[in-house]
């Protein structure tokens, strides 16, 4: 079986760096992990970094370390510039916007969970529309939140150089605009379960 962990030398420019590479919940180390490893010792980012190992380029970053041969003490070079300290402050302003959407998108979640239990009657039909509506508060207060994070992205004014900031921001909003879709979905089922309901207790009332 693999280690889980390896120390490799790294050499960047005239400096060498010995940086253990751990694999994650008792994996072996992917090449993924030597560049974040490498980003926090270094400051140069995943996106700016080349690795080479006996002359080749390790572009594969979801490949183990091992299946490059690269193994416990062996040396690996990396070429690459690290940000200058703006574009590291515009990627911090980025990066609490990425916590901010990952714990937002995690509460959507748990909204969606909620509705298909009630979908799949478990609480008493009379307390449903109670539950209904305050899963749609919930998906309300979301979206704003979602919708604030657009605001603050849009207001963010990055020069051509900034690539890495350019490329994280891109993708954010990707993936904000995934989140507020899945909001209209689940605001959506809520409606339509709601209309049920009311169609249900119309009936029983006739």
């Given at each position: 079986?693999?280690?889980?962990?390896?120390?490799?030398?790294?050499?960047?420019?005239?400096?060498?760096?010995?940086?253990?590479?751990?694999?994650?919940?008792?994996?072996?180390?992917?090449l993924?992990?030597?560049?974040?490893?490498?980003?926090?010792?270094?400051?140069?980012?995943?996106?700016s970094?080349?690795?080479i190992?006996?002359?080749?380029?390790?572009?594969?970053?979801?490949q183990p370390?091992?299946?490059?041969?690269?193994?416990?003490?062996?040396?690996?070079?990396m070429?690459?510039?690290?940000?200058?300290p703006?574009?590291?402050?515009?990627?911090?302003?980025?990066?609490?916007?990425?916590?901010?959407?990952?714990?937002t998108?995690?509460k959507?979640?748990?909204?969606d969970?909620?509705?298909?239990?009630l979908?799949?009657?478990?609480?008493?039909?009379?307390?449903?529309?109670?539950?209904?509506?305050?899963?749609?508060q919930?998906?309300?207060?979301?979206?704003?939140?979602?919708?604030?994070?657009?605001?603050?992205?849009d207001?963010?004014?990055?020069?051509?150089?900034?690539?890495?900031?350019?490329m994280?921001?891109?993708?954010?909003?990707?993936?904000?605009?995934?989140?507020?879709?899945?909001?209209?979905?689940?605001?959506a089922?809520?409606?339509?379960?709601l209309?049920?309901l009311?169609s249900?207790?119309?009936?029983?009332?006739?």
């Amino acid at each position: 079986m693999a280690e889980n962990a390896v120390t490799l030398t790294v050499a960047h420019g005239t400096t060498k760096h010995n940086i253990e590479v751990r694999g994650r919940e008792s994996n072996e180390p992917l090449l993924n992990d030597l560049a974040e490893a490498i980003a926090q010792v270094t400051g140069v980012p995943l996106t700016s970094q080349k690795l080479i190992f006996k002359g080749k380029s390790l572009r594969e970053m979801e490949q183990p370390l091992s299946s490059f041969g690269v193994k416990q003490g062996c040396k690996v070079m990396m070429i690459g510039k690290r940000n200058s300290p703006e574009e590291e402050a515009e990627l911090r302003i980025l990066k609490d916007l990425e916590k901010s959407v990952d714990q937002t998108s995690k509460k959507l979640e748990k909204v969606d969970g909620e509705l298909t239990g009630l979908k799949n009657g478990f609480l008493a039909k009379h307390l449903q529309a109670e539950a209904l509506n305050r899963l749609d508060q919930r998906v309300k207060v979301a979206a704003e939140q979602f919708m604030k994070i657009l605001e603050q992205m849009d207001a963010m004014s990055l020069p051509e150089n900034f690539s890495d900031c350019r490329m994280k921001k891109k993708a954010l909003i990707k993936t904000v605009q995934a989140c507020l879709a899945q909001c209209d979905k689940i605001e959506a089922g809520i409606s339509d379960h709601l209309a049920k309901l009311q169609s249900k207790n119309l009936a029983l009332c006739e």
